[in-house]
Protein backbone atom coordinates (compact mmCIF):
# COMPACT_ATOMS: atom_id res chain seq x y z
CA UNK A 1 0.00 0.00 0.00
CA UNK A 2 1.14 3.87 -0.83
CA UNK A 3 2.30 5.79 1.77
CA UNK A 4 -0.28 7.93 1.53
CA UNK A 5 -3.13 5.75 1.53
CA UNK A 6 -1.68 4.05 4.58
CA UNK A 7 -1.85 7.55 6.29
CA UNK A 8 -6.03 7.89 5.10
CA UNK A 9 -6.26 4.34 6.57
CA UNK A 10 -4.51 4.96 9.46
CA UNK A 11 -6.48 8.53 9.83
CA UNK A 12 -9.64 6.24 9.37
CA UNK A 13 -8.78 3.87 12.05
CA UNK A 14 -7.90 6.87 14.64
CA UNK A 15 -11.67 7.80 14.28
CA UNK A 16 -13.02 4.87 14.72
CA UNK A 17 -10.72 3.93 17.79
CA UNK A 18 -11.93 7.15 19.35
CA UNK A 19 -15.65 6.24 19.06
CA UNK A 20 -18.29 3.86 20.54
CA UNK A 21 -20.17 3.75 17.53
CA UNK A 22 -19.99 4.24 13.99
CA UNK A 23 -23.10 4.60 11.28
CA UNK A 24 -22.36 3.86 7.68
CA UNK A 25 -24.50 6.33 5.34
CA UNK A 26 -24.96 6.09 1.72
CA UNK A 27 -24.83 9.92 0.95
CA UNK A 28 -25.30 9.54 -3.56
CA UNK A 29 -27.21 12.36 -5.04
CA UNK A 30 -26.96 14.78 -1.58
CA UNK A 31 -25.80 18.47 -2.79
CA UNK A 32 -22.56 19.64 -1.22
CA UNK A 33 -25.02 22.15 0.54
CA UNK A 34 -27.06 19.16 2.17
CA UNK A 35 -23.74 17.80 3.16
CA UNK A 36 -22.51 20.50 4.54
CA UNK A 37 -25.86 20.99 6.79
CA UNK A 38 -25.81 17.33 7.46
CA UNK A 39 -22.05 17.96 8.85
CA UNK A 40 -23.46 20.83 10.94
CA UNK A 41 -26.11 19.11 12.66
CA UNK A 42 -24.24 16.09 13.64
CA UNK A 43 -21.45 18.64 15.25
CA UNK A 44 -24.48 19.84 17.35
CA UNK A 45 -24.68 16.46 19.01
CA UNK A 46 -20.99 15.78 19.27
CA UNK A 47 -20.85 13.47 16.23
CA UNK A 48 -19.36 13.60 12.89
CA UNK A 49 -19.55 12.49 8.73
CA UNK A 50 -16.44 11.73 6.87
CA UNK A 51 -16.64 10.40 3.31
CA UNK A 52 -14.19 7.35 3.27
CA UNK A 53 -13.43 5.10 0.40
CA UNK A 54 -15.07 1.74 0.90
CA UNK A 55 -11.59 -0.22 0.74
CA UNK A 56 -10.60 2.10 3.72
CA UNK A 57 -13.04 1.51 5.81
CA UNK A 58 -13.31 -1.84 5.57
CA UNK A 59 -8.91 -2.05 5.99
CA UNK A 60 -9.55 -0.18 9.30
CA UNK A 61 -12.21 -1.99 10.48
CA UNK A 62 -10.41 -5.61 9.85
CA UNK A 63 -7.65 -4.21 11.77
CA UNK A 64 -9.44 -3.09 14.58
CA UNK A 65 -11.53 -6.41 14.87
CA UNK A 66 -14.99 -4.55 13.94
CA UNK A 67 -18.04 -6.19 12.62
CA UNK A 68 -17.59 -7.48 8.80
CA UNK A 69 -19.19 -4.66 7.39
CA UNK A 70 -18.58 -5.23 3.60
CA UNK A 71 -22.07 -6.00 2.38
CA UNK A 72 -23.22 -2.14 3.21
CA UNK A 73 -19.81 -0.94 1.82
CA UNK A 74 -20.94 -0.71 -1.85
CA UNK A 75 -21.96 2.93 -3.68
CA UNK A 76 -20.97 6.04 -2.05
CA UNK A 77 -20.72 5.27 1.33
CA UNK A 78 -20.00 8.24 4.69
CA UNK A 79 -19.39 6.86 8.03
CA UNK A 80 -20.93 8.88 10.90
CA UNK A 81 -18.79 8.75 14.35
CA UNK A 82 -18.71 10.37 17.44
CA UNK A 83 -17.70 10.59 20.88
CA UNK A 84 -20.79 9.87 22.88
CA UNK A 85 -24.20 9.66 21.84
CA UNK A 86 -25.26 6.92 18.87
CA UNK A 87 -29.03 8.18 19.62
CA UNK A 88 -28.53 11.58 18.67
CA UNK A 89 -26.47 10.91 15.76
CA UNK A 90 -28.93 8.41 14.78
CA UNK A 91 -31.56 11.01 15.40
CA UNK A 92 -30.18 13.67 13.06
CA UNK A 93 -29.39 11.26 10.41
CA UNK A 94 -33.19 10.11 10.65
CA UNK A 95 -34.77 13.76 10.80
CA UNK A 96 -32.16 14.48 7.74
CA UNK A 97 -33.34 11.96 6.01
CA UNK A 98 -37.12 12.40 6.50
CA UNK A 99 -36.58 16.10 5.25
CA UNK A 100 -34.29 15.62 2.08
CA UNK A 101 -34.76 11.65 1.57
CA UNK A 102 -30.63 11.39 1.44
CA UNK A 103 -28.28 9.71 3.61
CA UNK A 104 -29.77 6.02 3.49
CA UNK A 105 -28.31 4.49 6.36
CA UNK A 106 -27.34 1.53 5.45
CA UNK A 107 -25.21 -0.38 8.74
CA UNK A 108 -23.66 0.20 11.48
CA UNK A 109 -21.42 -0.77 14.88
CA UNK A 110 -22.09 -0.16 18.61
CA UNK A 111 -19.37 -1.29 20.84
CA UNK A 112 -18.43 -3.55 18.36
CA UNK A 113 -21.65 -5.15 17.83
CA UNK A 114 -23.18 -4.97 14.02
CA UNK A 115 -25.89 -2.93 13.61
CA UNK A 116 -29.07 -2.99 10.74
CA UNK A 117 -30.49 -0.33 9.29
CA UNK A 118 -33.77 -1.14 11.41
CA UNK A 119 -31.87 -1.11 14.78
CA UNK A 120 -30.02 2.01 13.95
CA UNK A 121 -33.39 3.68 13.33
CA UNK A 122 -34.30 1.78 16.77
CA UNK A 123 -32.10 3.80 18.54
CA UNK A 124 -33.28 7.02 17.10
CA UNK A 125 -36.34 6.55 18.39
CA UNK A 126 -35.18 6.54 21.89
CA UNK A 127 -35.31 9.60 24.07
CA UNK A 128 -32.12 12.06 24.25
CA UNK A 129 -29.31 10.53 26.72
CA UNK A 130 -29.77 13.40 29.81
CA UNK A 131 -33.98 12.17 29.79
CA UNK A 132 -33.29 8.70 30.09
CA UNK A 133 -30.59 9.65 32.51
CA UNK A 134 -33.11 11.91 34.29
CA UNK A 135 -35.51 9.42 34.19
CA UNK A 136 -33.40 6.74 35.87
CA UNK A 137 -32.23 8.84 38.61
CA UNK A 138 -36.19 9.72 39.20
CA UNK A 139 -36.34 6.08 39.42
CA UNK A 140 -33.86 5.51 41.94
CA UNK A 141 -34.52 8.18 44.54
CA UNK A 142 -38.49 6.87 44.47
CA UNK A 143 -37.81 4.59 47.33
CA UNK A 144 -35.74 7.29 49.29
CA UNK A 145 -38.19 9.97 48.92
CA UNK A 146 -41.42 7.46 49.87
CA UNK A 147 -39.38 6.90 53.21
CA UNK A 148 -38.43 9.99 53.82
CA UNK A 149 -42.21 10.92 54.10
CA UNK A 150 -42.95 7.52 56.03
CA UNK A 151 -40.53 8.81 58.29
CA UNK A 152 -42.24 12.19 58.36
CA UNK A 153 -45.56 11.28 59.20
CA UNK A 154 -45.69 10.33 62.56
CA UNK A 155 -44.13 13.69 63.45
CA UNK A 156 -46.39 15.45 61.30
CA UNK A 157 -49.64 13.46 62.30
CA UNK A 158 -48.76 14.70 66.30
CA UNK A 159 -47.98 18.18 65.01
CA UNK A 160 -51.48 18.59 63.16
CA UNK A 161 -53.26 16.80 66.53
CA UNK A 162 -51.52 19.53 68.78
CA UNK A 163 -52.24 22.35 66.43
CA UNK A 164 -56.11 21.13 66.41
CA UNK A 165 -56.33 20.85 70.16
CA UNK A 166 -54.43 24.44 70.61
CA UNK A 167 -57.31 25.78 67.96
CA UNK A 168 -59.65 24.37 69.96
CA UNK A 169 -58.63 25.88 73.24
CA UNK A 170 -58.03 29.16 71.67
CA UNK A 171 -61.64 29.29 70.23
Given amino acids: MRPEKSTIVDDVRVKFQG ?3 LIVAEYTGMTVPHFAELRNRLAGCGAEIHVVKNTFIKIAAKELGMPDLSSALTGQNAVVTGEADICAAAKVLKT ?3 E ?3 PAVKAGALDNAPLNPAQINSLAELPSKEVLQATLLGVLLAPATKLVRTLNEPGASLARVLQAKVDQHSA
Avoid: D, I
Fill in 96 to 98: FAK
Fill in 19 to 21: SPF
Fill in 100 to 102: FQK
